[in-house]
Nanobody, 115 residues
Framework: QVQLVESGGGLVQAGGSLRLSCVASGSIFSRMTMGWYRQAPGKQRELVATISSGADRNYADSVKDRFTISRENAKNTGYLQMNSLKPEDTAVYYC?????????WGQGTQVTVSS
């Protein structure tokens, strides 16, 4: 069983930055795809970005050129650097680890962007 703990959320003004972190337990982090997802009130959870075990990155169009996903396998930690934040980025952000047959989610961290 893998446990994920996110941190780094908070309240920021539009145009500001935040960095989210996701720390995983266990020893298989480096072999798994890590993703960040978000869910705004009244909306479905949506993909923000993913990074594979080989460091291939994928971004939602809405965050391209503003957000950067990265991972530090030696620390079992993944990151989401969020720049130029907009009010529409307000959501609970979730970390996800996956490999064929297994999916793990964190508890989420709130990001609120004020206008």
């Amino acid at each position: 069983q893998v446990q994920l703990v996110e941190s780094g959320g908070g309240l920021v003004q539009a145009g500001g930055s935040l960095r989210l972190s996701c720390v995983a337990s266990g020893s298989i982090f480096s072999r798994m795809t890590m993703g960040w997802y978000r869910q705004a009130p009244g909306k479905q959870r949506e993909l923000v970005a993913t990074i594979s075990s080989g460091a291939d990155r994928n971004y939602a169009d809405s965050v391209k050129d503003r957000f950067t996903i990265s991972r530090e396998n030696a620390k079992n930690t993944g990151y989401l650097q969020m720049n130029s934040l907009k009010p529409e980025d307000t959501a609970v952000y979730y970390c996800r680890l996956s490999t064929p047959g297994y999916v793990y989610w964190g508890q989420g961290t709130q990001v609120t962007v004020s206008s």
